[in-house]
């Protein structure tokens, strides 16, 4: 067995920060170390303690002064969509009809899948994201690839075949029994095949017929403990559109509590229109809004209530992705940055420690995986990455008067992108620098 150890600044939260002050949120080593062997992390705290228990024959990796922080974890993102980011549109709805559906009726093949698959990983490493949440495509292809894509590289990731029956064009179509058998076709080809999690995907209830929301509702009986994923008040458009595909229900909210797909493993793209009653029904079953800043903004869906969400009552668990195509970027930091310009003109304010606790372990709670991922705990996944403030000339200048660690992380958040990106591990393995060129 090899064992690594990797010497740097180390950075992990342990809780949410109350404020920017809150130092018994997090965990920070001036000069810290990672002990790692088997994918997992065996040691982590300061260098001279971790050092002194590691085996004699280790093999040391020294990164400083760069800073290590759990890999960043996206909660929302679609993998057919990397060639439709940055297409014009005036709307939602315009861009999925103009853009998303052709483009993903594409990914019925097979060799173009593979491919996007490829690509969509080497952009997840080059990133510092080690775990993502996709939507893949109506075809159980997509999803295949998906899922052989993340095994060989060893990533945990979280994705599901996309249940779509209507209202899209006649390639992107299943039915309400197709998506059900070719669901439970991909939870037993994938499901816990390496770090592979299936999530149940009914796209959202515009293209889900009742009949097809009832297989969904099947299959969240037949499988409690998956992950369900879909979209929710976008758009108001949309939220019209939908409401009126099913009159019975109070809101759009309901549609989904009447069908069984509110609960803590829940997770709701967007949620940016929410009434109080929809709250307050996400906060009683503990299902997650997700918040797609850089996608809210260049469609013009609206601001999430990020804050005021977290505060409520009755509050609302929420976690943070870049929903590319939407999202036009792969880079959570540059999501943060986005997310705390909105905060700003909502009169809410978004610190450094805020944004990378929801980057890494908010997320993995959202996720129900924070005992697995989102920290630098001993008996976690080796998923981690290494950052450096000055990896740009601009930075560089910047980093020269950089004074304190909210600093540093304000910075990285503000101008950082994939540059900023030193490496990225993956159960231990440095991946980043193994990417095809």
């Not at 909660?75 to 014009?88: A, C, D, E, L, R």
């Not at 894509?149 to 197709?178: C, F, I, S, W, Y």
């Not at 009742?210 to 979209?231: C, G, K, N, V, Y």
């Not at 977290?310 to 986005?338: C, F, N, Q």
Request: net charge negative; hydrophobic share 40%.
């Amino acid at each position: 067995m090899t064992t690594t150890l990797v010497r740097a600044r180390t950075l992990s939260f342990s809780r949410a920060p109350l404020s920017m002050d809150d130092t018994g949120a997090y965990r920070y080593e001036s000069d810290g170390a990672l002990l790692v062997a088997d994918g997992i992390i065996l040691a982590s705290g300061p260098y001279a303690a971790v050092r002194e228990n590691a085996p004699a024959d280790v093999i040391e990796i020294d990164h400083r002064p760069h800073l290590i922080v759990p890999g960043f974890i996206d909660t929302h993102v679609h993998f057919p969509q990397m060639q439709v980011i940055g297409s014009y549109a005036a709307n939602l709805l315009e861009w999925l009809n103009t853009y998303t559906f052709p483009e993903e009726c594409r990914f019925v093949e097979t060799a173009h899948a593979q491919r996007i698959a490829g690509h969509f990983y080497d952009e997840m490493i080059r990133h510092g994201t080690t775990t993502a949440v996709a939507y893949c495509s109506v075809h159980k292809t997509s999803a295949d690839a998906y899922f052989a894509e993340a095994l060989k590289r060893n990533m945990r990731t979280v994705g599901g075949k996309v249940m779509m029956d209507r209202n899209a064009p006649q390639g992107l179509l299943d039915t309400a029994e197709m998506g059900y058998d070719e669901t439970r076709a991909v939870i037993a080809d994938w499901h816990g095949k390496g770090r592979n999690h299936v999530a149940i995907t009914p796209r959202f209830a515009i293209t889900s017929t009742p009949e097809q929301m009832s297989a969904a509702q099947a299959l969240a009986r037949e499988f409690p403990d998956l992950h369900i994923q879909t979209h929710l008040s976008e758009n108001r458009d949309e939220i019209d559109f939908t409401c009126s595909l099913y009159p019975e229900a109070a809101d759009y909210t309901d549609i989904y509590v009447r069908y069984g797909l509110l609960g803590p493993k829940s997770l709701f793209g967007h949620c940016i229109h929410l009434s109080e009653r929809e709250m307050d029904a996400m906060s009683e079953a503990g299902a997650i809004a997700v918040h797609c800043p850089t996608s809210n903004l260049f469609l013009g869906s609206g601001l999430f209530p990020l804050k005021a969400l977290m505060r409520r009552e009755k509050p609302v668990r929420v976690s943070v992705a870049t929903d590319v195509g939407g999202g036009t970027s792969y880079s959570m930091l540059k999501t943060m940055d986005e997310a705390y310009k909105i905060q700003q003109l909502l009169g809410e304010r978004l610190n450094p420690f805020d944004s990378y606790y929801h980057m890494t372990l908010g997320n993995a709670e959202a996720l129900s995986l924070a005992h697995k991922i989102g920290t630098l705990d001993a008996g976690t996944d080796a998923d981690f990455i290494v950052l450096n403030m000055a990896a740009t000339p601009a930075m560089a200048l910047k980093a020269e008067v950089v004074n304190s660690l909210a600093e540093e992380l304000f910075l990285l958040q503000t101008m950082g992108d994939d540059r900023v990106v030193v490496e990225t591990y993956v159960a231990g393995i440095a991946s980043k620098s193994g990417l095809r060129s």
